[in-house]
């Protein structure tokens, strides 16, 4: 067995020389890479399981190491465990404190694998619990933005296309369009652990194993539906960390975009929305102000979140296959992206917690720009068999004729819209009625009152 003194890099047998000062704080990975300590420590006792299992190890060897790793584990986790820059990172923090606390015998531990595979079978499911916790927060939102959703059914705000009044609709329905964003972005979490979902235990440094290893074996017992088919391909593919770190950006900029949206609503100009005075800031100098600070620090996380993704995409552009350190850096942007969309989670649902719309603004913006429009174009097609197009001039001509009186479509004399379109009768003046215009929107996903309230229910029922 390799001789092991425990102040010693593992490979000191064949490399003579200590590590220079600068390359062990550059190379060290033991400050990002500790996270992974639980992962790292259950995947090598199934993996000494395994040995046994296989005959590899004795029993009294693989008893040995586990009660060596559960001890280890403890000590990590109680933060008794000293962690050391020159074992480079936590597999070999972990393997130097096995031999420490149960003797040479730890050196059977790294038998039938690479820290090339024991890396990326940590980070997987590592990456496997953290979209659970994604997904918990996730959760959350949903339901805080279902319960707004249910309060304002039958708010009325305008509908916005280019930021101009385009169509009135219910803030429910609003609200209800993050329901879906935040759904989605489950999904997305969710299929990546589809692809993600094959062990990579077994790999070794690229190229297999000579021992009679049950891949099979590991695979089940760490989670994993299958291990993965190629050596070579394993120890190279981070493709399920760019998957996280793009899932991170999606979810991150979607984020942003209605942080923006509420921004806005809530500007003097808009003055659709009160945010609360928890979520709000102060000014130095000015002192009626209440600033959307946090909105803003959503909307600039994103950045964030597109940087790390950019810059793993970059890392693994024109690297051949199999390892090469430039792949360590991987678990740097995985740990921080995640950490920020957690709080961004977390921040954006206490905003949601302390948002409430301002419905007479939102009525008194919707009832203005002609918003009713399409509605008088669709009662023309409706009533009076014109085709859309004809309807479209028809009603033009009428917003273009009320602009010019200074009126609203629905303060026009009956007389008055007679003289551009003659057939129209009394009738037509219930079309401009904003809560009529939005439950005449009765088509499947449409923003009617009714259909709201049944997306909702739905939700509530089967999450
Ligand atoms: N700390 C390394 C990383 O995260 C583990 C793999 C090291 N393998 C190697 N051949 N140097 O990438």
Redesign the pocket.
């Known amino acids: 067995m390799a001789k092991n003194k425990n102040n010693q890099a593992i490979w000191s047998t064949r490399i003579k020389k200590k590590a220079s000062t600068l390359f062990e704080k550059v190379g060290s ?1 033991i400050d990002v ?1 500790k996270r992974l300590y639980k992962e790292d420590i259950l995947g090598s006792i199934v993996h000494v399981e395994m040995l046994f299992k296989q005959k590899i190890i004795s029993f009294k060897i693989k008893n040995k190491i586990i009660y060596g790793l559960q001890k280890i584990e403890k000590e990590i986790s109680k933060n008794n465990f000293e962690f050391d820059k020159k074992y ?4 070999m923090n972990i393997e130097k404190k096995l031999f420490q606390i149960i003797g040479d015998e730890a050196g059977y531990i790294h038998t039938a694998r ?3 595979d ?2 990326i079978t940590d ?1 997987k499911m590592w990456i496997k619990s953290a979209t659970q916790e994604v997904n918990h927060n996730l959760d959350k939102i949903i339901k805080s933005t279902i319960k707004l959703a249910e309060k304002n059914v039958e708010t009325i705000m305008p509908g916005f296309t280019h930021l101009k009044n385009a169509q009135p609709i219910s803030l429910g329905h609003y609200f209800m369009a993050y329901v879906e964003i935040f759904k989605r972005d489950k999904k997305k979490f969710n299929n990546n652990i589809e692809i993600l979902n094959e062990c990579p235990l077994g790999a070794a ?1 690229l190229s297999g194993t000579s021992f009679n290893i049950d891949r099979h074996y590991t695979s089940n017992k760490l989670g994993f539906k299958n291990p993965t088919n190629n050596s070579i391909d394993t120890v190279s593919d981070r493709d399920f960390v760019l998957d996280f770190l793009f899932s991170i950006s999606l979810c991150s900029m979607h984020i942003s975009r209605i942080a923006e949206e509420l921004i806005i609503w809530n500007s003097d100009g808009f003055n659709l929305i009160q945010l609360s005075d928890k979520v709000v800031t102060g000014s130095s100098i000015m002192p009626q102000k209440k600033n959307p600070d946090l909105l803003e620090y959503l909307r600039g996380k994103s950045g964030f979140a597109f940087g790390n993704l950019f810059s793993m995409l970059t890392i693994l552009k024109g690297l051949p296959l199999s ?1 090469f ?1 430039d ?2 850096d ?2 740097t942007l995985v740990f921080k992206s995640y950490d920020t969309l957690i709080n961004s989670l977390k921040v954006f649902n206490e905003i949601l917690k302390n948002v409430s719309p301002n419905k007479e603004r939102m009525f008194e913006l919707a009832d203005t720009g002609f918003i009713t429009a399409t509605d008088l174009a669709d009662y023309l097609v409706k009533n009076h068999s014109m085709s859309f197009r004809k309807a479209y001039q028809k009603t033009a001509e009428i917003v273009n004729f009320a602009e010019k009186k200074r009126k609203k479509l629905k303060d026009l004399k009956i007389e008055e819209l007679k003289k551009i379109e003659p057939k129209l009768t009394k009738e037509v003046l219930k079309i401009f009625n904003l809560k009529n215009s939005i439950n005449s929107k009765k088509s499947y996903g449409g923003t009617s009152f009714e259909n709201i309230k049944k997306m909702i229910m739905k939700y509530k029922r089967n999450k």
């Open positions: 990975s890479d480079e990172d936590i597999h690479s820290r090339n024991q890396v980070l440094a390892y350190k792949m360590q991987d678990k």
